[in-house]
């Protein structure tokens, strides 16, 4: 009998993991392994747009994404050239300044303030609303005849005539930026403010025990256990950014001309207006290839714990 029960035990044991962890790995495999695979299937692929017939085309998608279309290999596609350009552009600007941005409003929010529970719920509104709904918003206050933005730089004399903003390429960038920066710093605000509750207090006491300065307190003390929150932030940011089509669509649509266009809008206009489906995976491929590097470099950077030499 006592056999009996600990060969059911054992058996137990020894499927305790692949019932616990299996369901996991099938649910990964559905959303994450099956269209990484399904993608760098199709960009090997040319499909006619009217028959949806395939043909196998190798690397050709990508050459003729990434190469000038007299497929040398010492020049670069132009048009390759100006959509990273100004995803660089886009993506950098609206990183670094959302994250300096929320760094402060986390570290503000941390203080023992008055109100400072409202203030943390308020905060998150800019997050929780639909992007679509945040991108028209921006688009209607950067309007040129009565967007909200040009009437009160107008009527506080700081203008005398409107700014067309979404029709100047720069303002254009300038108002896409802005508008990612409002939606998304928020979420930088819930990490960062969720890593600095896990500084113990007693080493802030000690610090100024010692007499160690502001910064000094904050280089050696915060930034040590904020390192996983910032790696968490960051990779999400980007990644974010990176595939970002929703802000990008309805408020410029790459416009004008193509000023704004970034890789999420560029690969969104090969697939469904082009039909160039092959092409447009290809690019995601590119997309995925440079996010994976990306996120490597910041583990790199901010990986490990706070108590890694």
Known sequence: METSEKSLRRALDRLFVPLTVGPTLIWIAAIIVYPTARLLWSSLFWENPLTRETEFVGLRNFKRILLDPGGTLEVFNASFIAFTKNTLIYVGC?????FLLGLGIAILLNKDLKGRGWFRTAVIVPWILPYVMSGLMWRWMFEAKNGAINGLLTQT????EKIAFL???TLAMM?????DIWVFTPFIVIILLAGLQ????QLYDAA???GASRWSRFWNVTYPF????ILVALTIRIIFDIRALDLVWVMTQGGPGKSTEVWASWLYRTSMEFQRTGE???LGVIMLAVTFAIVAILYTIFGGTPYDS
């Open 226 to 229: 904020l390192k996983p929150s």
């Open 280 to 282: 447009g995976a290809a």
């Open 198 to 201: 896990n500084v113990p207090e």
């Open 175 to 179: 108002a896409l930026i802005i508008a």
């Open 157 to 160: 004399g700081l203008l005398s």
């Open 167 to 169: 029709s100047d390429g």
């Open 94 to 98: 609206s990183v670094t300044l959302s």
């Open 208 to 210: 100024e025990v010692d």
